[in-house]
């Protein structure tokens, strides 16, 4: 009797741990949210990071210099630590490939913005911030879909404390359409929503992107954007 109760427990274990690996299987994108923290790193720190990748790239080889097509050899340009930083596709139906390698994080920002005193040296620490916090893209302007699975984007809002940019000698000034500004570090403040992924196997995949953004103060709703990044993880 000892020997079949044992026998049916390891039957039950056995079940539910299939059922625990069917569950992971399905459970679609794994993704990072606001408040947690992300390869050992506060996950607003990491808006804080993106923003310096995003100023740090020279205006020759900058993702949004519309003299540049955009593919795997400049998806790797500046690249570094565990996450691979995306950039905000600013036109409609863009299609871009890019190859990660595996085990690698992906942080795509869907709509966000920010307010350096570098280009806007008439705001102070408490204007920078306020400026900053102007998002109110509505969840439902957002659609986002990694793999053909969509993302619940309700919860992916944060902002981050102050931080520094450094502006290179050769920015693309073109890229964020302001007047040039003397190289340096300024401080700064950044709000919005990401999409930070991890766990991407290796293989082909695809992050669909389409936002219509909205900023406080400003009546009329921008135009649609947006489109896909074809990613092959190796």
């Not at 992971?24 to 390869?39: K, N, R």
């Not at 994080?105 to 280009?119: E, K, V």
Request: charged share 15%; aromatic share 12%.
């Amino acid at each position: 009797k000892l020997f079949i109760i044992w026998l049916v427990a390891l039957v039950c274990t056995i079940s539910l741990m299939s059922l625990e690996n069917t569950y992971a299987v399905d459970q679609g994108p794994q993704y990072y949210t606001p408040g947690s923290s992300a390869f050992g790193i506060p996950y607003q720190e990491w808006l804080e990071k993106w923003w310096g990748w995003w100023f740090g790239n020279p205006g020759d080889v900058h993702p949004q210099n519309a003299t540049l097509n955009y593919d795997s050899k400049l998806c790797s340009v500046n690249q570094k630590g565990p996450v691979w930083f995306l950039y905000d596709l600013e036109q409609p139906n863009v299609q871009v490939k890019c190859q990660i390698p595996v085990g690698k994080g992906i942080l795509l920002p869907i709509s966000t913005t920010m307010t350096d005193q570098g280009t806007t040296p008439n705001l102070d620490l408490k204007g920078l911030e306020t400026n900053a916090n102007n998002i109110e893209t509505a969840p439902t302007n957002m659609i986002v879909k990694v793999d053909g699975k969509p993302i619940d984007v309700k919860n992916l809002f944060a902002k981050t404390n102050k931080f520094n940019v450094t502006i290179p000698h050769d920015f693309c000034y073109s890229c964020m359409q302001t007047g040039k500004t003397t190289p340096g570090s300024y401080p700064a403040y950044a709000t919005g929503y990401f999409l930070l992924l991890h766990n991407l196997s290796a293989g082909e995949h695809t992050i669909e992107l389409h936002v219509v953004d909205s900023l406080a103060n400003t009546k009329v709703l921008a135009e649609k954007r947006g489109g896909q990044f074809n990613i092959l993880v190796k």
